[in-house]
């Protein structure tokens, strides 16, 4: 192999990047659809950067007690309304499973295509796609029978949370006492890291293995619960466990109050940095505990993977995410269980909705698939390892 061959391999490789991304469109169509995608995330980073040029006037009051009240009401097993909690909890998940994620097998056929049954050889053109598609509309109305789940689907995911929630929020509670280095430094991963990290390779995932459309509905999902959340925290401040741990319940709440970095502060002396404490002094939302976002982002993350992997290890990999943020975030005195809960809700609310669009975007890959059109039934990492022996690792049904 030549020096000049060296070189080019590097350029031809990134070239096919660009080329299975842009996949049919243009360069300006690629950059329009993923600000599309992502509006609503972006819009609601503006939101919360920008919040404190709101003016103190504006402002509602600051809820001190609310939640932690609220909290005890809910989760305290010594009073008899938590255990009408977990009742009204465990309803909830039954109602979902009931009218938005059962699957009744004698009325529906669930999807069975394998990349071994419906191999991709030809790359129609899109005219000659939709000439089929109007062609063949009969027949894909008798295709509404069957339902199209990604290869090892697990949707009763948000169904098992919110039943379970009650339970494993008040286990994690328990042992948010005791404090160590290792886990200051353990929850700090968790709760910094890991929050930031988690949807990034998410949507990294979801854009390279997976079907077409899932990483857009990723973007509106996360986006659309965090503008909620932001709308929540500015329409009804609630004070942090840490406020009411260094003030006490009584104290009153104003917003020319800094942000605190709680825990976190230990994190810091850990380390020997100041970062932790002074980014959380700077934030712009300083009593935006409910709901945690920090939940909310964890869960959707979640809720999404399970969908779409077909394999258990990243399932159980992201449940146990979900559940160590809930820890983090109680452990470093940032949220309360209630927090928590509500910002799962807020998450699994959101993906419901978005669920029937899911099972479009997979019935529409399916289709592609099985008429052989590769540019509309593949993944990008399918493309981009187009006709090589890696092509079958990007495939969602080989």
Known sequence: ??????????????????????NRRTIFGLFFNFWLNFSLVFIWLLMFKNAGIVPDSWRPRIHVRFAQNLDRFMFDVHQVSSWVSLGLLVSTAFLLWTYFYYFDETKYVRNTLSSSNSPIYDDYDDDEVQIEMS???????????????????????????????????????????NFATYKDLIAWFSYVLLHFLSPLFTAIWLYVFQTPGALKYFGLCLGFQNICGVCTHMLFPNAPPWFIHLHGEDAAADYSMQGYAAGLTRVDVALGTHLNSNGFHKSPIVFGALPSLHSAMAVQAC???????????????????????????????????????????????????????????EREFVVARSRGNFGSGSTMGMRVFRNTFAQDFFDPYS
């Not at 109305?141 to 689907?153: A, D, E, L, N, S």
């Not at 927090?339 to 978005?354: C, M, P, Q």
């Open 1 to 22: 192999m030549t020096p000049t061959t060296l070189i080019k391999l590097p350029l031809q490789f990134v070239v096919r990047i660009v080329q299975s991304g842009i």
């Open 135 to 177: 062609a063949n509309k009969q027949s894909l109305q008798v295709q509404k029978q069957t339902v199209y789940f990604p290869v090892g689907c697990f949707r009763a995911t948000p169904v098992v949370l919110v039943a379970a929630s009650w339970f494993l929020l008040n286990i994690e509670h328990s042992f948010i006492n």
């Open 303 to 361: 809720l999404f993977i399970t969908y779409y992997s077909r394999w258990l290890t990243p399932k159980f990999a992201m449940l146990a995410f979900v559940n160590l943020q809930w820890w983090a975030t109680m452990y470093l005195d940032h949220h309360w269980r209630l927090d928590l809960v509500i910002g799962l809700l807020y998450a699994v609310t959101v993906f419901t909705v978005v669920q029937p669009k899911l099972k479009r975007k």
